[in-house]
């Protein structure tokens, strides 16, 4: 992966469950883990119309490097807008070098 293609800056967060220590309620929300550099590539008009009909909800890819934390519960946060993560794939050959985010646009709740 050419590094230099890594340009949009984006946040990494995580669904949290944090507990007030005077009356006990259990607050649950999003919380950034960290701010990463990335590529983000949103479909194209032709992968749109062909994922339109097989019904899936992927609308772009991001590529980043390589993190053993990052899973579909987590999201990103780029540009003002959410994406939920609907698959996390590592790069054929190595595995450990980078990471490519199939992503919905959408509001994740949890």
Known sequence: ???????????????????????????????????????????SVREFIAAQSE?????GRITLRYRSDITNKDRIVYRGKIYDIVGVLPDPESGIEYLTLAIKEGVSDG
Do not use: C
């Open 1 to 43: 992966m050419n590094a230099g293609k890594l340009r949009h800056r984006v946040e990494l967060q995580r669904f949290v469950e944090t507990q007030n220590s005077e009356t006990g309620a259990i607050t649950r929300r999003f919380s950034t883990v960290a701010k990463l550099w990335a590529e983000v590539v949103p479909s």
């Open 55 to 59: 019904q899936s909800e992927v609308t």
